[in-house]
T-cell receptor, first 109, second 113 residues
Framework: GQNIDQPTEMTATEGAIVQINCTYQ??????LFWYQQHAGEAPTFLSY??LDGLEEKGRFSSFLSRSKGYGYLLLKELQMKDSASYLC??????????WGAGTKLIIKP | DSGVTQTPKHLITATGQRVTLRCSPR?????VYWYQQSLDQGLQFLIQ???????AKGNILERFSAQQFPDLHSELNLSSLELGDSALYFC????????????FGPGTRLLVL
């Protein structure tokens, strides 16, 4: 079967750095996505990786290792507004998105 | 604002009833996806339409159905509603190739009493 694993919940301090990991086992691979979702709101697109390596976009960076079936989202200089759920999703060989259950990130002052 | 619109924003109904949720994709997008998200749960993929045709099916109940119209808007019909159907229902759209990012609408919050 297809599976995406990410931690259920993480806690970090304002101003710090946090890394949210995502491991996947899917039928083929055509990209790894990260979305941010505030409670009761729609998911919003953060990043997309299809080649190995690190993609940096402001305070957020995303990393992919296809050989390890692994990626992560790195958030720097954490702000209170970063408190949200972070969803990892992988596009499989049929171009369908397989979603992880999401990681709830709690930021403390 | 993602450019995807959904109506209504909120819906309260009773068990056994039928409701219709509506979605208009971003301009130029041909694919529409429907998701269900129960409280504190992950996104559950229901169904995808591409240019009016069903493209992929996820965990969609037989009581639920969807369609995409020639103007590319889509409707999700939920019938014989149960308490457990209470959830956020999101629509997302993506471009023509299918190999593009999905952008989500604001969702419809359904409460079944």
């Amino acid at each position: 079967g297809q599976n995406i694993d990410q931690p259920t919940e993480m806690t970090a301090t304002e101003g710090a750095i946090v890394q949210i990991n995502c491991t996947y086992q899917t039928s083929g691979f055509n990209g790894l996505f990260w979305y941010q979702q505030h409670a009761g709101e729609a998911p919003t697109f953060l990043s997309y990786n299809v080649l190995d390596g690190l993609e940096e976009k402001g305070r957020f960076s995303s990393f992919l290792s296809r050989s390890k079936g692994y990626g992560y989202l790195l958030l720097k200089e954490l702000q209170m507004k970063d408190s949200a759920s972070y969803l990892c999703a992988v596009r499989d060989s049929n171009y369908q998105l397989i979603w992880g259950a999401g990681t709830k990130l709690i930021i403390k002052p | 604002d993602s450019g995807v619109t959904q109506t209504p924003k909120h819906l309260i109904t009773a068990t056994g009833q039928r409701v219709t949720l509506r979605c208009s994709p971003r301009s130029g997008d041909l694919s529409v996806y429907w998701y269900q998200q129960s409280l504190d749960q992950g996104l559950q993929f229901l169904i995808q339409y591409y240019n009016g045709e069903e493209r992929a099916k996820g965990n969609i109940l037989e009581r639920f159905s969807a369609q995409q119209f020639p103007d590319l808007h889509s409707e999700l019909n939920l019938s014989s509603l149960e308490l457990g159907d209470s959830a956020l229902y999101f629509c997302a759209s993506s471009g023509a190739s299918g190999a593009e990012t999905q952008y989500f609408g604001p969702g419809t919050r359904l409460l079944v009493l």
